[in-house]
């Protein structure tokens, strides 16, 4: 092959970050790949979009299929797990076209029928930047472990989020007033639901999964828990009692089921994960033989993003080519769920109840009932009848009998509002 032609869909922060590596770093990249990377076209919702770089020497686009016709490779930059970023890549992938994306949404929901059309078609689909952004834990799983059994992968795998968490900690300020300020600067899209809610980190850990199991992607089989319902006391909390919060993404397999789940955790200070703070992405693979690293780095932001995708493009240059969740399609596992309910770990539990006398007395008595021996309690101050926060770190005990007991201790007509819950995640 002379040359590898690429057509870029999508020309956003990462589609043009795309464009500037590929110019800027021409003469490199050409020799790494072994061959020339030529932008045979590209293609966005609106040519005439004011853009941070000049695309006028690019052949435009109007219609994404068409480009696809020329291309050997599509660049899929769009987003969205649906819509036409989807309808594009299965048009590729059908033709023969090898397909780079960063679009985790997509391969979180339409992992298997994408990986299933590239077999089928002999060509590849390439997401190394659809999980924490420049951190290589795709290839890394889906190359340098081959020769392990990874029994779980855990990391704090959104940025806005960790950003959120860092500031709200380090400030003092509301979760709100923080979501305000990420937002003008840039570090928060405007509905950032999909942050903020650990649906992201959800995409990333089906994705994981699949990866690190060689089961089937089964983005419905992840369990989000986000970060909004985080108040100051939290923060505070956690700080005297020697953690950080971190909203963790795991994929752990118990037996022949799969644990997914997204939470805030409490982390202890000191620990690998409590020192990725601000916008920092990172992921740690439990193996059986190898002790692997924490390999953390910029999770989002288009020139991190984009180098991941250009080293996709160049692997795919150079004939590199590996089964797209790292086994053939027809031997991914088809596996049940591991519920979040029969998770043991010690707990924190806050509630916010009206201090009179007797109170903790009955709380106490739920707990015991269901078997939830108390290691520590904190009730900051007395405030005769006011409501008060009365915070308790649990023994080791199975979530459902925590979700239990705290339901019933919620129904108490001292208790207001709804417990706050957080997991402690000892290991890291
Ligand atoms: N941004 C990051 O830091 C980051 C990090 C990791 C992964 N990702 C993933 O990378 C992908 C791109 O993200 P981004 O941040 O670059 O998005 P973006 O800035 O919103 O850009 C999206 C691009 O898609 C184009 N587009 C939208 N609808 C289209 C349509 N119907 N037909 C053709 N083009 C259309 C837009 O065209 P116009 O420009 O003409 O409006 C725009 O160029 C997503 O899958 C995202 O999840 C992003």
């Given amino acids: 092959m002379t040359s590898l032609k690429i057509g870029v869909a999508g020309l956003g922060t990462v589609g043009i970050s795309v464009l500037k590596i590929l110019e800027d770093n021409k003469a490199t990249i050409r020799n790494r790949a072994g061959s020339a990377i030529e932008v045979v076209g590209v293609t966005a919702r609106n040519k005439n979009a004011k853009r941070p770089m000049d695309i006028s020497a690019y052949t435009w686009f109007d219609d994404a299929q068409d480009m696809v016709a020329h291309c050997d490779v599509l660049v899929e930059l769009i987003g969205g797990s649906d819509g036409i970023a989807y309808k594009l890549v299965k048009e590729a992938l059908s033709k023969g076209v090898s397909v780079v994306t960063a679009n985790k949404a997509m391969i979180a929901h339409h992992g298997l029928e994408l990986a299933t059309l ?171 033989y190898a002790e692997t690293p924490l390999m953390s780095g910029l999770g989002a932001g288009g020139d991190a993003t984009a180098s991941s995708v250009v080293g996709d493009i160049v692997a795919l240059a150079r004939g590199e080519s590996a089964p797209v969740f790292g086994v053939p399609v027809s031997s991914l596992k088809k596996v049940g769920s591991f519920d979040p309910r029969e998770v043991e770990s010690r707990y924190y539990i806050r509630f916010n109840v009206k201090d009179k006398v007797g109170v903790m007395a009955d709380i106490s008595a739920i707990l015991r009932d269901h078997g939830i021996s108390i290691e520590t309690m904190i009730q900051l101050g007395r405030s005769p009848e006011q409501n008060v926060n009365v915070v308790m770190v649990t023994h080791d005990a199975l979530r459902e009998d925590v979700n239990t007991a705290s339901d019933l201790i919620s129904r108490l007509d001292v208790i207001f509002g709804e417990p706050c819950i957080i997991r402690i995640e000892e290991d890291f």
């Fill in 118 to 288: 590239a077999e089928e078609n002999n060509c590849n689909l390439m997401f190394e930047a659809a999980v924490a952004g420049a951190v290589p834990i795709v290839n890394a799983i889906r190359h340098s472990f081959t020769s392990d059994k990874i029994t779980g992968v855990h990391g704090i795998l959104n940025g806005t989020s960790n950003y959120i968490l860092t500031q709200m900690r380090e400030t003092g300020r509301d979760f709100a007033d923080v979501l305000k300020d990420a937002q003008d600067k840039g570090y928060a899209e405007a509905d950032p639901t999909f942050d903020i809610e650990g649906v992201d980190a959800g995409h990333k850990v089906a994705i994981l999964a699949a990866l690190a199991f060689g089961t089937q992607p089964d983005f419905s089989g992840v369990h989000m828990t986000g970060i909004s319902s985080l108040t100051e006391e939290d923060f505070h909390f956690a700080g005297e009692l020697g953690f950080k919060i971190k909203l963790l993404g795991s994929a752990e397999m118990h037996d022949d089921r799969v644990l997914q789940i997204v939470e805030p955790c409490f982390i202890p200070d000191g620990s690998p994960f409590a020192a990725i703070e601000d916008a920092y992405n990172a992921v740690y693979c439990e193996c059986e």
